[in-house]
């Protein structure tokens, strides 16, 4: 199913709501976060204006007589009050963080746990995963738009608070004065920020260059290809390719830093422009004695500080406005539709001892994108408790037909049924359990042996069903040769004293993951691809004892390896073309029988 979003030209959220979603998460996750803010703006609030009346107030004091030991106490309370701000405020900087890293960890944690559980064509989806990504970008950091909105929203609100007092003391000056400010200081900052902004304009062409140099980066570091850079003696390729993005690099962020150095020469302009004229009108007022010195002063002070607060508060907003883009891009994945049922699905418990039936019902499936049908109207009935093998050149549609039957794609047209039943209906998580699984691709966590094959840890992992499945796939001998046996470490990407297995080591320990979750479906997707011939002959043997009486699916391309089997289909052009017992197809004399006569010259 398409998702709704994908296609939208405007995001989703506004500023205005990504602020209230992330003020929610914050009152669930950390309702500290609100309070410190709210400290923030006072403290900046405070401070600002502390510092503006300091001086005008002193003056004031003496203008009107004041006694020494007066001014004293004057100069002693705003001191006082300067040093509590600037404490209270340290201490509220000191520990912001905190709660800000708990609300965007939160955020990690859903949007890592959404990408887990989402149902499985979305990760294969090629502009699900770069929304993913560019979601999982604003939560990297502390300075990213998960963590960085808080800053963002505090200053937006101190400006604002700041700006709104600054304006009612300008406008009992005069409101020629504050009309000034105001007009120069807005023309200035967007004047300023469209030459700043053709950084951000170019993003794409940065994230572009970036991308290779990280490539380069990460392909010069992957130990898996140390062996290939040495043997084929590509480190002095990779040294130019890096040299040549890093270059190209260089010169982006040379470019990007003459158009800033320009926004910056221009904002001093007007920043001239601006406080002369303003500064000018003060004197003209001043001399007339329209003004007195302590008035003087203040305003002359305000006029600056009133800049400073109109500049801030269209940058923040601007700032805001890119981190809310952002942030909505985190929701829209989030809230992804999804093109299975989960929970809101129809529960299915998995029956002890009970022989599942499958069955493809006139079952077409494409390919997003695609112009022809992968598979076609195909029908099929895996009968409770049979062997069937699925046979055909690489590309016909076996892992793909897999696939359907395991429900993680849902046909184009047609059904798929357990036991009679259209799997739509359920809940997707509870059929998937009816299945234990060895595809190709597999994925391997940084874990103890034990923990791979168990899919658990602690309590929950029971090593004397551990070993047994070990035993099964043919992997226990190489385990008790390990330094620590089923506690020792898998991969070294975590653990320095971990172990590497070979691919055929790793594809027995997956078989013995399979077989440990022991499922009523067992499907086998190219279990001996990595396997020599050996190991590949031993695990034919004893096929019938891992897969006992449960109705069992075995995909290869080697048909001499179907002769187990209760049934053989072979796929091409999109559907069933032959299908029959190993011995029947070689007796019928057409294609399976062919592909055979090639195969086996090998063989023999």
């Not at 923040?316 to 994945?333: I, K, M, N």
């Not at 027995?508 to 086998?524: D, H, T």
Request: proline share 3%; charged share 25%; aromatic share 10%.
């Amino acid at each position: 199913m398409e998702n709704k979003t994908t296609h939208k030209q405007k995001p989703a959220y506004g500023m205005a709501s990504n602020c209230a979603f992330m003020i929610r998460r914050a009152w669930r996750e950390c309702k500290g976060v609100l309070s410190v803010c709210a400290g923030l703006v006072f403290c900046g609030v405070a401070a600002s204006l502390l510092e503006l009346f300091v001086v005008p107030a002193i003056l004031k004091a003496v203008e009107g007589g004041a006694a020494p030991g007066a001014l004293v106490r004057l100069i002693l309370w705003f001191t006082l009050g300067m040093v509590l701000v600037r404490a209270f405020r340290a201490y509220l900087d000191e520990n912001t963080l905190f709660g800000r890293v708990t609300v965007r960890s939160s955020l990690c944690l859903d949007l890592h746990m959404h990408f887990c559980r989402t149902s499985f064509p979305h990760t294969e989806d090629p502009d699900y995963i770069k929304r993913v990504r560019k979601a999982s970008r604003c939560l990297d950091s502390n300075r990213d738009s998960g963590e960085a909105v808080w800053k963002t929203m505090t200053d937006l609100t101190t400006n604002v608070i700041s700006f709104l007092i600054y304006l009612l003391l300008l406008a009992q000056a005069g409101p020629w004065v504050a009309g000034l400010c105001m007009v120069l200081a807005a023309a200035g900052y967007f004047a300023g920020e469209h030459i700043r902004s053709w950084r951000y304009r170019h993003r794409e062409e940065e994230g572009r260059l970036n991308s290779h140099l990280d490539y380069m980066i990460a392909r010069s570091r992957d130990i898996q290809l140390a062996k290939d850079i040495r043997i084929f003696g590509i480190g002095p390729w990779l040294t130019e390719l890096y040299d040549k993005y890093g270059r190209l690099c260089q010169d982006f962020y040379a470019k990007s830093y003459r158009f800033c150095l320009w926004a910056d020469l221009l904002d001093l302009g007007l920043a001239l422009a601006r406080n002369g004229a303003a500064y000018g009108l003060l004197i003209a007022m001043a001399i007339r004695g329209e003004l007195t010195a302590a008035e003087f002063v203040l305003y002359f002070t305000a006029v600056s500080g009133f800049a400073q607060w109109v500049t801030g508060i269209f940058a923040q907003l601007g700032t805001l406005h890119r981190q809310s883009l952002e942030l909505s891009t985190l929701r829209e994945v989030m809230e992804t539709e999804e093109p299975f049922r989960f929970e809101d699905g129809k529960p299915l418990a998995v029956k002890e001892n009970h022989l599942y039936q499958l069955e493809l019902r006139d079952v077409s499936f494409r390919y997003p994108g695609a112009e022809e049908d992968t598979l076609s109207h195909v029908n099929l009935t895996i009968r409770p408790g049979e062997k069937l093998a699925v046979v055909g050149r690489n590309g016909a549609g076996k892992t793909t037909l897999i696939k359907l039957l395991c429900g993680l794609y849902d046909p184009t047209q047609g059904q798929v049924l357990l036991d009679g039943e259209d799997i739509r209906q359920y809940d997707r998580r509870d059929y998937y359990r009816h299945f234990s699984a060895v595809f190709q691709q597999f994925s391997t966590l940084a874990g103890t042996m034990a923990e791979n094959v168990a899919q658990a840890s602690g309590g929950e992992l029971d090593r004397d069903r551990v070993w047994a499945c070990l035993e099964k796939a043919g992997v226990a001998d190489k385990i008790r040769e390990l330094p620590r046996q089923e506690d020792t470490q898998l991969g070294r990407e975590v653990y320095l004293d971990g172990v590497d297995l070979s691919g055929g080591q790793l594809q027995r320990l997956m078989l013995a993951r399979a077989l440990y979750k022991n499922g009523p479906v067992v499907v086998l997707d190219e279990p001996t691809a990595a396997l020599d011939p050996i190991a590949e002959s031993d695990l034919y043997q004893k096929y019938s004892d891992l897969t006992g009486n449960r109705t069992s699916v075995y995909i290869s391309h080697r048909l001499a390896s179907t002769r187990f089997c209760d049934r053989v289909l072979l796929i091409e052009n999109g559907g069933i073309a032959e299908e029959g017992t190993h011995e029947s197809l070689l007796e019928q004399g057409g294609r399976y029988a062919y592909l055979f006569s090639i195969q086996s010259k090998y063989y023999n």
